[in-house]
């Protein structure tokens, strides 16, 4: 009976639970126990920010902002998608501040839309500081008509404590916890299934003429995707346009024919209306918009003042099929990934090329810098698509055609099954990498593997199941996407030796004799595959008595002003990023080693309302902090150092008195943007630029060292890090200054 009492009384409570469920936790009292933080708050800035237990309001949890010494201002953040209307919003909450001094503490609003705040409000005027108890504030602001995300926020500044809690946010007076959220538009688009099962296009017969129609299809597909109003706003699934237009097209008998195929199809969607808000490509563009292929294809007139109409008129907006970011890179939207697809549909292979290379055409901010004319690459791979046979010819070509961008973002991973099991579902007890050109074994992931495995640390492969390592080199790189070729080799050597088969034979030299060993493999879940140099419960340690030493790969928040007090009277500090760091610490440890605002990099972005124009922000400063690091830094670099692990080392670069030790590092900065391919393939590219503030270039050429040293075989077979001894030399070294802000 107590029993039977008991689970009556659990199932009122979940149901009253239930009921009081909140849309949006912004009482703070829904805990992420994963991320030891309210579920759904985000932290912005160099303050600590943190959820409290002692101080509330009311409930269990408070959200917290408590200053750092080097710290300028923190933000505890959450966000609301913007389905409401109405005409005015407010924001209420309770806050709670001690000891606040040189700034303010406040709520804080703001509105977006279109990538851009539209209203806003901190409460930096009402200058709020000092100490004060548990007080009720509030915001009002207009409400945006062309709002699309509300942000709703503590903010404080300067040094002290402050705590927050209980906000209500309200439209016109009704709680959003309740308020109906309006009616999403439902686009045409998205009401057209008539191709879902397949497009019905088969290609025959593809001789040069034909290849070169389906260029300038490709072309004139993407240039209209994302420049024709009509398909800007959503009314057309593009998709399937281009299956209904393929049939036809194909059977043009000359180039006159295939022009006026081409004019009848853009009549389709209707007059183009005059533009009053298109703008001219600026004049500090970094890239502009490429259409020199309207003069490739001999182009009847007609048709190519039709195209520069459109250009001179294109969509601007909120584009269907584009987005925004908040850091300014491109999100692809409504991209079907069409898992279903037949890998013999040569029409959905066909819009794989036409989807990818349209986006590079028009979103990729280092175009520039591939090594081939990337103008030249959509002819080259159509043949390549169409006589993919099966879904392994479909992901090599995929892999094949994401490699030419050249950009170490380019993840295939996600989607790529076949290739990923024809690379081999066993691994090898032991790890290699290239050393002085040479495949080398540089660690064990399972030590108790070395006796049956035979080879040591230091010894070098040579040959694997008879091949020599520079054959497999040859015939594998092109699938191995990357920036250069020690981002390229990285790569390899992560897959070289894996293997469908239990064992391999390798060849391979130790103590200057040659051997040939078969090498047992192992399923990746029986192996310890996650392999550091170093591990301890603090990211941080003395090396020497005056040099301390840092691995980014595990530092945590709290970390940073441990480090800044146990290390400010040490002679050098080394900070290690042969790693990703698990912290982003650009500004909260950057700022300890610059005396001064530095600036440090500058980014460009795309024009969402002139596609394939990129401009450069301002460049980005390093805020000065309270106290400057007086010693040496050295920072540690190599080719695992990619994208965040590269902006933090131009970062650290800012400062006064820092050396980059090491070899070139990935060359892939800028936050990345994904994008889907049919059949269920998913790729990332670099979605911004990233250079110094003098316009020089990153991508590609990757964080080039102050002092170059890379590891020898002789130094892994004595089991000696050559960059930290190295390191460890110039610290100990007469003083080397550069000016603040250096790059070279």
Request: charged share 25%; hydrophobic share 35%; proline share 4%.
């Amino acid at each position: 009976m107590k029993h039977t009492t008991l689970i009556i009384l659990a199932v009122i409570s979940m149901s009253c639970l239930s009921q009081t469920e909140k849309k949006y936790n912004l009482d703070f009292e829904t805990y992420n126990p994963r991320y030891l933080f309210a579920k759904d708050w985000m932290d912005w800035g160099d303050h600590s920010l943190e959820v409290d237990t002692l101080t509330v309001h009311s409930g269990n949890y408070s959200g917290k902002i408590k200053s750092r010494d080097n710290g300028t201002y923190g933000v505890i953040a959450y966000e609301i998608p913007a389905n409401y209307t109405g005409d005015s919003i407010t924001l209420e909450g309770y806050m709670k501040i001690r000891n606040v001094e040189n700034g303010y503490a406040g709520l804080l609003l703001r509105i977006d839309g279109n990538n851009t705040p539209l209203a806003g409000e901190n409460m930096e005027n009402r200058n709020i500081n000092d100490t004060k108890d548990w007080q009720k504030y509030s915001i009002t602001l207009a409400y945006p008509k062309e709002a699309e995300t509300i942000l709703v926020a503590g903010i404080m500044t300067g040094s002290g404590e402050a705590w927050f809690d209980d906000f209500v946010l309200t439209i016109d007076g009704q709680d959003v916890q309740t308020l109906k959220e309006k009616e999403k538009p439902v686009y045409k688009a998205t009401l057209d299934e008539e191709f879902d099962s397949g497009s019905n296009i088969e290609i025959s017969n593809l001789n040069d003429s034909l290849i070169t129609n389906l260029e300038l299809l490709g072309k004139v597909w993407g240039f209209l995707k994302y420049n024709h109003p009509e398909i800007g706003k959503g009314n057309y699934n593009w998709d399937f346009e281009l299956f209904r237009m393929l049939p036809e097209y194909m059977s043009s008998k000359n180039t006159n024919e295939r022009d006026q195929l081409l004019l009848k199809w853009i009549s389709k969607y209707g007059a183009i209306e005059t533009c009053t808000t298109c703008q001219e490509t600026s004049k500090d563009a970094v890239l502009i918009p490429d259409l020199s292929w309207l003069n490739e294809f001999g182009l009847n007139t007609e048709l190519k003042n039709k195209l520069q109409e459109i250009y001179q008129n294109r969509f601007q907006g909120h584009h269907y099929y584009i987005g925004k970011a908040y850091t300014g890179n491109a999100e692809f939207l409504n991209e079907d990934e069409y898992y279903a697809m037949a890998f013999e549909d040569d029409g959905f292979k066909l819009l794989t090329l036409y989807r990818y290379w349209n986006m590079i055409q028009y979103f990729f901010p280092y175009k520039h810098l591939t090594d081939k004319d990337w103008n030249r690459v959509l002819k080259e791979y159509i043949p390549i698509f169409v006589n993919a046979k099966n879904k392994l010819d479909y992901e090599l070509a995929c892999i094949q055609l994401i490699g030419e961008i050249n950009d170490s973002h380019g993840f295939t991973y996600v989607g790529f099954n076949n290739v990923q099991n024809r690379r081999g579902m066993f691994y090898p007890p032991l790890k290699v990498e290239f050393i002085e050109e040479q495949l080398v074994v540089t660690e064990y992931y399972n030590p108790e593997l070395k006796s049956v495995a035979k080879l040591k640390i230091g010894d070098v492969i040579t040959a694997i199941d008879h091949k020599p390592i520079q054959a497999i080199i040859d015939s594998v790189g092109a699938y191995y996407p990357a920036s250069n070729r020690t981002a390229k080799l990285r790569n390899i050597s992560r897959d070289i030796l894996r293997s469908n088969n239990k064992d391999i034979s390798v060849d391979y030299i130790s103590n200057h004799q040659k051997h040939q060993h078969r090498l047992p493999l192992y399923k990746q879940e029986d192996l310890n595959m996650r392999w550091y140099r170093w591990t301890t419960d603090k990211s941080y340690k003395f090396i020497a008595p005056d040099i301390g030493y840092v691995s980014l790969e595990f530092i945590k928040k709290e970390d940073i002003p441990e480090i800044k007090e146990v290390f400010k009277d040490t002679k050098g500090i080394i900070i290690d990023i042969r790693n990703y760091p698990s912290v982003f610490v650009p500004f909260s440890l950057g700022s300890y080693f610059v005396s001064s605002i530095t600036p440090f990099v500058k980014f460009s972005n795309f024009n969402s309302d002139h596609v394939g124009e990129f401009t450069f922000t301002p460049p980005l400063e390093i805020p000065k902090g309270d106290i400057t690091y007086n010693g040496k830094l050295v920072v540690l670099v190599n080719e695992t150092t990619q994208s965040q692990a590269e902006y933090t080392t131009m970062a650290f670069r800012a400062g006064a008195n820092t050396t980059v030790v090491g070899s070139t590092t990935a060359g892939a900065d800028g936050d990345v943007s994904s994008i889907y391919l049919p059949g269920g393939l998913l790729t990332n590219i670099s979605g911004i630029g990233v250079y110094y503030p003098d316009g020089t270039e990153t991508q590609r050429v990757g964080i080039v060292p102050d002092v170059e040293i890379k590891p020898t075989i002789e130094g892994i077979k004595q089991g000696r890090d050559e960059l930290l001894e190295k390191a460890i030399e110039l610290i100990n070294q007469e003083p080397r200054r550069k000016p603040t802000g250096g790059n070279e």
